[in-house]
């Protein structure tokens, strides 16, 4: 006879879609960051996009949220080999938001986090 708990452990999701998720917003913040100022040069629409503040904060946010829910969901994400890279490039990202203030080019910690964040759950896919 199997428990409830035994049978809803069982039947918990394993985190991947979220993962998969988090590697794609990654990527696409380091997209953001890197390739949109270079094609804003050829269609100056792109310009105006890649200078809007709110979307740095919804890629942010979501690849934080995104991170924290594998964190807290998913057992075999509490591990140093995912929380080290992933909770450095959570910070980082979010390090970004205001790294102007600093005097420091926002897209460098922003590519590095999302770097780190997208490498932390491809391990996790991966294994």
Not at 17 to 22: E, H, L, V, W
Not at 35 to 54: D, F, I, K, Q, Y
Request: glycine share 8%; with cysteine.
């Amino acid at each position: 006879m199997t428990t409830i708990a035994s049978e809803s452990a069982a039947n918990a999701p394993t985190g991947r879609s979220t993962d998969r998720a988090a590697v794609a917003l990654s990527l696409l913040c380091i997209v953001h960051c890197v390739a949109l100022p270079l094609l804003a040069v050829g269609l100056p629409v792109l310009a105006v996009v890649s200078e809007m503040e709110w979307v740095h904060w919804v890629f942010a946010i979501l690849a934080v949220l995104a991170s924290g829910s594998v964190a807290l969901t998913s057992a075999s994400a509490r591990t140093l080999g995912f929380l080290m890279p992933a909770g450095i490039g959570a910070s980082l990202v979010v390090f970004g938001l205001v790294a102007e203030g600093f005097a420091i080019d926002e897209a460098i910690p922003t590519v590095i986090g999302g770097m780190l964040l997208a490498f932390a759950h491809w391990r996790r896919l991966a294994a």
